[in-house]
């Protein structure tokens, strides 16, 4: 039986501990209640070791939620491409759909993560993403309604609110879906696919006729 790897005994490279902590987190059932020495039990190596790399669980938490945040943004960007307009309308649809499926899924997929990156360790690193003037997750979907907008599926620019009304209904069937609620459940791809002709009727928005 291979013994327990220890940094003091020289199993961790430097940065590899750093890593393994970061994973193991990541890997955890709830994230956001984890604690350093549970990480250093899990591992194998000593509290004081963990320290070296993390001054606090709050730090560990913050750099974990940086690479969810920047899962999610990549899951977009594989979504659509943020500076190519949409071609058309049906594409413009069809863009918002993926966004709302692929946000769907994250949540599916990574649910302690999900709620990680939307909770209060967060806050700062998200702030800090809108500071750089860089594309972010948050750009996605503006850039979707502004997309129904120029295609003519929405007469008007979106607005503050059509914004907020999107990404709560969106959320809030992604929460109900980690919740295990069953009204919620089903094939992601169907249950994006009634969320966003929700969301277009909620908008004000007039889908082109088949």
Same mark, same amino acid.
């Given at each position: 039986?291979?013994?327990?790897?220890?940094?003091?005994?020289?199993?961790?490279?430097?940065g590899?501990?750093?890593?393994a902590?970061?994973?193991?987190?990541?890997s955890?059932?709830?994230i956001e209640?984890?604690s350093?020495?549970?990480?250093?039990?899990?591992?194998g190596?000593?509290?004081a070791?963990?320290y070296?790399h993390?001054?606090?669980?709050?730090?560990?938490?913050?750099?974990?939620?940086?690479?969810?945040?920047?899962?999610?943004?990549?899951r977009?960007?594989?979504a659509?491409d943020?500076?190519a307009?949409a071609?058309?309308?049906?594409e413009?649809?069809?863009?918002?759909?993926r966004l709302?499926?692929?946000?769907l899924?994250f949540?599916?997929?990574?649910p302690?993560?999900w709620r990680?990156i939307?909770?209060?360790f967060?806050?700062q690193?998200?702030?800090n993403?809108?500071q750089?003037?860089?594309?972010?997750?948050?750009s996605?979907?503006p850039?979707?309604?502004q997309g129904?907008h120029?295609t003519g599926?929405?007469?008007?620019?979106?607005?503050?609110?059509?914004?907020?009304?999107?990404?709560?209904?969106v959320?809030g069937?992604a929460?109900l879906?980690v919740g295990?609620?069953? =009204?919620?459940q089903?094939?992601?791809?169907?249950v994006?696919?009634?969320?966003?002709?929700?969301?277009?009727?909620g908008?004000g928005?007039t889908? =082109?006729?088949s």
């Amino acid at each position: 039986m291979n013994k327990p790897p220890d940094s003091a005994g020289g199993r961790y490279h430097h940065g590899d501990l750093r890593r393994a902590l970061l994973e193991a987190a990541a890997s955890a059932a709830d994230i956001e209640h984890i604690s350093l020495r549970e990480l250093a039990s899990g591992l194998g190596v000593s509290a004081a070791a963990v320290y070296r790399h993390f001054a606090s669980r709050e730090a560990l938490l913050a750099e974990l939620a940086a690479i969810g945040i920047a899962q999610l943004q990549q899951r977009f960007a594989d979504a659509f491409d943020l500076h190519a307009p949409a071609a058309d309308a049906q594409e413009a649809i069809a863009r918002l759909h993926r966004l709302g499926v692929a946000y769907l899924r994250f949540a599916d997929e990574q649910p302690a993560m999900w709620r990680l990156i939307f909770g209060t360790f967060a806050v700062q690193t998200r702030a800090n993403a809108l500071q750089t003037g860089k594309p972010t997750s948050y750009s996605y979907l503006p850039a979707a309604l502004q997309g129904l907008h120029e295609t003519g599926v929405m007469a008007l620019p979106p607005s503050p609110g059509d914004l907020l009304f999107t990404w709560s209904t969106v959320h809030g069937a992604a929460a109900l879906r980690v919740g295990n609620v069953a =009204p919620a459940q089903g094939e992601v791809e169907h249950v994006g696919a009634e969320v966003v002709q929700r969301i277009l009727r909620g908008i004000g928005a007039t889908p =082109p006729q088949s």
